[in-house]
């Protein structure tokens, strides 16, 4: 089956930095979205991005489908930005679930 | 409703005992999932409705995992003599057809002892 890879796994940044996660994935994709997974436990939907390029506020995103990768740029980090960033994508040979990466931990400090 | 909800948010299980966790979709969503995450991983996907019909079960780990949506809303995953390795959260999403953006509740935490 279709393989996801976030990188880095782990990140600390201090608040008001910038940066980029990465998602590559092994085959092509109907369906790519990045969650945000609170300390809560909570899977929250950022972007539907199966390609092309996504902003909203702070956050962007860009997949670049032929190449198998999406990037999703925070800016401007915040404490409340901490969590597990994850990637997850639809193979496109007909109905597949969603398969996750194992995500990014990120730790925003003040 | 305003968003997927699930029951109970958290659940001890003695070891052997049956459990049944239950989701509420978004109001109109046809299409319904359910993920197992196990500490410090990514979702994993167990099962897949559309409307009442179950279209893949291929996620689930053994027989003793069985799901169903009978009237096409309101899911129930049921986990028969739990096991300790059975112990994670268990996450429900909703999709308003086939495999387009879903959307995720906040999951019940299943500890088996």
């Known amino acids: 089956g279709i393989q996801v890879e976030q990188s880095p796994p782990d990140l600390i940044l201090q608040e008001g930095a910038n940066s980029t996660l990465r998602c590559n994935f092994s085959?092509?994709?109907?369906?790519l979205q990045w969650f945000h997974q609170n300390p809560w436990g909570q899977l929250i939907n950022l972007f539907y991005?199966?390609?092309g390029t996504k902003q909203n506020g702070r956050l962007s995103a860009t997949t670049v489908a032929t190449e198998r990768y999406s990037l999703l740029y925070i800016s401007s980090s915040q404490t409340t930005d901490s969590g597990v960033y994850f990637c997850?994508?639809?193979?496109?040979?007909?109905?597949?679930?969603?398969?996750f990466g194992k995500g990014t931990r990120l730790s925003v400090i003040a | 409703g305003a968003g997927v909800s699930q029951s109970p948010r958290y659940k001890v299980a003695k070891r052997g005992q049956d459990v049944a966790l239950r989701c509420d979709p978004i109001?109109?969503?046809?299409?319904l999932f359910w993920y197992q995450q196990a500490l410090g991983q990514g979702p994993e996907f167990l099962t897949y409705?559309?409307?009442?019909?179950?279209?893949?079960k291929s996620g689930l780990p053994s027989d003793r995992f069985f799901a169903e949506r009978p009237e096409g809303s309101v899911s129930t995953l049921k986990i028969q003599r739990t096991q300790q390795e059975d112990s994670a959260v268990y996450l429900c999403?909703?999709?308003?057809?086939?495999?387009?953006?879903?959307?995720f509740g906040p999951g019940t935490r299943l500890l088996v002892l």
């Open positions: 999403a909703s999709s308003l057809e086939g495999f387009g953006t879903q959307y």
């Open positions: 085959d092509s994709v109907n369906n």
């Open positions: 991005i199966p390609s």
């Open positions: 997850a994508v639809e193979g496109n040979s007909g109905n597949t679930p969603l398969v």
């Open positions: 109001s109109g969503h046809v299409s």
């Open positions: 409705f559309q409307n009442e019909a179950q279209l893949d």
